[in-house]
């Protein structure tokens, strides 16, 4: 396990999710790498931001020899299956 904090680093390797639009069916084969986005949660109305913490947004899944990529955006639940290589491989090498 580690934590990236790299900006660039991090989009380089999610952008080439923006151009997919292709739902897949999850893979047969084992989970390889997951990762999980976190941000500063949102400020309400009066509360103190020293009362802030951060949640987790999104947790993406890679699998062993396969291009899906499994996307969970964690706080509405909502898990999706998209195929892009590009993806994969790219996560694959931030992991590595």
């Known amino acids: 396990m580690r934590e990236l904090t790299d900006q660039a680093q991090i ?3 999610f952008e080439s999710l923006s151009n997919e ?14 990762f ?10 009066g509360q103190d931001a020293a ?8 947790e993406v899944t890679t699998y062993e020899g396969s ?16 195929s892009s290589r590009a993806t994969a491989d790219s996560l694959r090498a931030l992991a590595g």
């Open 11 to 13: 989009e380089s390797a």
């Open 21 to 34: 639009n292709g739902l897949a069916s999850e893979p047969e084969g084992d989970a390889e790498y997951a």
């Open 36 to 45: 999980e986005l976190w941000q500063p949660e949102t400020q309400k109305a």
């Open 51 to 58: 009362d802030l913490d951060e949640v987790k947004v999104l």
């Open 67 to 82: 291009p899906v990529v499994e996307l969970e955006v964690s706080p509405i639940g909502l898990r999706l299956h998209l």
